[in-house]
């Protein structure tokens, strides 16, 4: 037997629908869709059902199509309440005009309407989640039901672009009963998510579905979204977490972002964080705390690649494996004698390039721009400017190398001036 085409109707079109039993008596009219959230979201698990005595919940089993376009009861006690309700998401009230995060497009929209489709599994009609209605198609359906008639609203409807997201890449965030956020996103899709492209999802939320994809993270990718974000957002993102939890996303970062997000808190809650932090981690970030912001030495970071000057190119693909900070920041490896003293620096691809036994000091360029600590960083501008380059080593006053300032640290300090 062949199974039929999946007919598609949309969640507006549903609402009202007279339910009969199998006697054709009226039963209540539908109320709201239930669905499953998680590895089986979108099923649909039942059919909120108005009645004359209040608000019934079917089993999606019970429930099957008539030709006439109405749904009707298997059997005369279909009527029962459906079983840990916080495990379900409600269609009208949980989604409706709420907003969603779009997984594949990697932005936040507005819910106008859903379209389900019935599908046959075996002898038994589903009715399933396909796609969230996102554009105008969604909207001209709800504004107009009930003053077009039913076919004549759905033609008219079809005129409208579809934008519509299919449910696979929609990560819901949706209220519980007691009208706090819960979250159902797949942790491990938010993660591959570029943490740029997080930060502006972040940006267009509401404050509470903000906290819940936020409070969501894990340590690494949070760091990672924090350094993204503007100050007074990255405020916003840690005001409800305690110092321990800051503390935890503060040690993942790069040490002098991490001193740019502490350097915006009072003072009470920078030493309270602070002392949360691992004693390496914190001794990074507070000798950074000491700088002036706009300088070199306050916008440097202190994790990068360095060797001695007799090092091999194979130890020195070796320290890069190594490596704890962020690879991608990565650029040069640097030449550090035994008194931290600066001698050269060899560009990644002349090091990729090069023998495995060759040396690292034959391959360094013969002169390395540097820069105090003191530089202002509009003469850091046009430094990088000046040399074309991707990163500049900070040396303090007996040449040792302390730092190192990054070109997108440069880049986001000209935006800002902009």
């Not at 110092?243 to 970062?253: H, K, Y």
Request: negative net charge; proline residues 5%; glycine residues 6%.
């Amino acid at each position: 037997m062949n199974q039929r085409t999946p007919i598609r109707v949309s969640l507006t079109a549903l609402l009202g629908t007279p339910v009969t039993d199998a006697h054709g008596q009226l039963r209540g009219k539908l109320k709201d869709i239930v669905v499953t959230t998680g590895p089986d979201g979108g099923r649909v698990a039942g059919i909120a059902l108005k009645t004359r005595s209040g608000l019934s919940i079917v089993p999606s089993q019970e429930i099957m199509e008539t030709p006439a376009g109405t749904l009707e009861l298997r059997s005369a006690e279909a009527l029962a309440p459906l079983k840990d309700e916080g495990s379900y998401l409600f269609l009208q009230r949980d989604l409706i005009d709420r907003q969603i995060i779009d997984i594949n497009g990697r932005k936040v929209v507005r819910v106008n309407d859903v379209d389900l489709e019935w599908t046959d599994q075996g002898a038994v009609h589903h009715l399933r989640v396909a796609e969230v209605e996102v554009g105008l198609r969604g909207a001209f359906r709800r504004v107009f039901k009930g003053v077009l008639p039913r076919t004549r609203l759905e033609s008219i409807s079809r005129r409208f672009i579809a934008r519509a997201i299919p449910w696979q890449f929609v990560d819901v965030i949706e209220p519980d009963p007691a009208r706090r956020v819960k979250l159902r996103i797949e942790h491990e899709r938010l993660a591959g998510i570029h943490p740029s492209e997080l930060a502006d999802i972040l940006e267009d939320l509401a404050p509470a579905e903000r906290e819940a994809v936020f409070t969501s993270l894990n340590q690494e990718v949070a760091a990672e979204t924090l350094e993204e974000v503007e100050p007074k957002l990255q405020k916003a993102l840690l005001e409800k977490l305690d110092e321990e939890r800051i503390a935890d996303i503060v040690e993942e970062m790069d040490p002098g972002a991490a001193a740019d997000l502490l350097s915006e808190l009072s003072e009470e809650q920078s030493d309270a964080i602070l002392e949360e932090m691992e004693p390496e981690e914190r001794q990074e970030v507070e000798e950074l705390l000491e700088f002036d912001e706009d300088s070199a030495a306050g916008c440097m970071t202190t994790e990068f690649v360095y060797l001695g000057v007799d090092a091999t190119v194979a130890q020195g693909v070796q320290a890069l494996r190594s490596f704890d900070g962020d690879p991608e920041s990565v650029t040069e490896v640097f030449l550090l004698d035994e008194q931290r003293m600066l001698r050269g620096a060899i560009p990644l691809a002349r090091l990729v390039m090069a023998q495995p036994d060759s040396h690292l000091n034959v391959l360094a360029e013969p002169r390395v721009i540097s820069c105090p600590p003191d530089m202002k960083q509009n003469e850091l501008a046009e430094m990088f400017d000046k040399y074309n380059l991707h990163a500049l080593p900070v040396v303090d006053l007996h040449g040792r190398m302390v730092g190192v300032v990054q070109a997108e640290r440069v880049i986001s300090f000209l935006r800002e001036k902009l």
